[in-house]
């Protein structure tokens, strides 16, 4: 079982987007061979582009949880 509790993922992704790095919900150990976006910006991945746009995950400016990624796809 995983950090929270959960089973082991049994999928296969192309491509992941993480927007944070909390220990207890941020799994992509589990996937091989996937493509991986954490940073903000523009990534083009054959013909999808995956921007990236910094945030906060608190409402202190990021004081409290740190920054956050809100992706568009």
């Given at each position: 079982m995983g950090a929270v509790g959960y089973d082991p993922v049994?999928?296969?992704?192309?491509?992941?987007t993480v927007s944070h790095n909390h220990a207890d919900h941020n799994n992509i150990k589990d996937f091989k061979n996937t493509l991986v976006v954490?940073?903000?910006?523009?990534?083009l991945i054959k013909d999808l582009e995956i921007e990236g746009i910094l945030s906060y995950h608190d409402n202190d400016k990021g004081k409290l949880r740190g920054e956050n990624i809100i992706f568009t796809i």
């Open positions: 049994n999928l296969e992704a192309d491509i992941i954490k940073e903000e910006g523009k990534t």
